[in-house]
C-alpha cells in the first residue's frame, strides 16, 4: 500500500497534526420486502354494501433520505480525465484521521510523484486539476462534485476537528475563538482554495491555549484539527 501519512505543506508555525486512526466508508444497503400481508379481516363480505370505505392501503414508506450524488467511491485510484475529471469534491463524515487522499502527478507511487495529500476527519474538499494524472482515496467516505461558487446558510459554530469549512457556504467570515487547546494539537489553516499546495495557505497556525482567528470573506476555506470547538466572536 501507499504512504498513509499527511507531507505538511508548510506551516508557519510547527507542523500540522497527523491522526490516524479509523474512518469506515458508510455503504447504504436498501432492503426491500416484496412479501404482501395476509388479509386478516374477519370477512370479506362485509365490505359489500357498506357505507364506510375499508382502506387496503399499505403503510407508507418513511421518506428516503436524498442521496449524496456520489461522483466516485472514496476507496480506489481514479485517472483525472478518464475516471473522473478535474473539479472541485468533498467527502464528509469521516472519523479518526484515517481518510486519506491523495494528488499525484502519475501512477508510479514514488515521493516524487506527490503534489498534494492529507489525512482527515470530518469533511475534505480537494480540487482536482486538469494537471493531475491520478487521484488516490483510501478509508473515506465517498466524494461528491461541488460548484465552483460556495453557496449556503452558513454558520457561526464549527467543530474543532471538523476538517474542512467552505468559507461563506459551510461557516460565515469574522472573528471565531477556541479555548481549551492543550500541546499544541490544535491546528488551523486559511485557505485561499482547495488544492492543498503551498501557496494557497493565507496563514496557519498551532496553538496551546486559546486561539483567536479572523477568517476573512476573500479566504476560499478554513481547516481546523485537533482544536475545541469554535464559535465566532465577531
Known amino acids: 500500500m501507499g504512504m498513509k501519512g499527511k507531507i505538511a505543506l508548510g506551516a508557519v508555525v510547527g507542523v500540522a497534526v497527523i491522526g490516524a486512526v479509523s474512518a469506515n466508508a458508510g455503504s447504504n444497503g436498501n432492503s426491500a420486502s416484496g412479501a404482501k400481508g ?4 374477519a370477512s370479506a363480505s362485509a365490505e359489500r354494501g357498506s357505507g364506510t370505505t375499508k382502506s387496503d392501503a399499505k403503510p407508507h414508506a418513511k421518506a428516503d433520505k436524498p442521496e449524496k450524488k456520489v461522483a466516485f467511491q472514496g476507496d480506489g485510484d481514479f485517472q483525472v480525465g ?4 478535474p473539479g472541485t469534491y468533498r467527502t464528509t463524515g469521516n472519523t479518526d484521521d484515517m481518510c486519506y487522499w491523495e494528488r499525484a502527478k502519475d501512477a508510479s507511487g514514488e515521493v516524487g510523484s506527490l503534489i498534494a495529500n492529507d489525512n482527515v476527519s470530518g469533511t475534505s474538499y ?3 486539476k486538469a494537471g493531475d494524472k491520478l487521484f488516490k482515496s483510501s478509508g473515506c467516505e465517498d466524494w461528491e462534485a461541488v460548484g465552483p461558487k460556495a453557496s449556503g446558510a ?12 467552505r468559507v461563506g457556504a459551510d461557516i460565515a467570515p469574522g472573528t471565531y475563538k477556541s479555548t481549551g487547546n492543550t500541546d499544541g494539537s490544535c491546528y488551523w489553516e486559511r485557505a485561499k482554495d482547495a488544492t492543498h499546495s503551498m501557496n494557497s495557505i493565507v496563514a496557519n497556525n498551532n496553538v ?6 479572523t477568517i ?10 485537533g482544536c475545541g470547538d469554535w464559535k465566532k466572536t465577531g
Open 216 to 225: 476573512s470573506a476573500g479566504d476560499g476555506y478554513f481547516k481546523t484539527t
Open 126 to 128: 480537494v480540487t482536482i
Open 154 to 165: 452558513p454558520a457561526s459554530r464549527m467543530k474543532g476537528d471538523g476538517g474542512m469549512y
Open 38 to 41: 395476509t388479509d386478516t379481516s
Open 82 to 85: 478518464t475516471d473522473i475529471k
Open 208 to 213: 496551546t491555549g486559546t486561539a483567536i482567528v
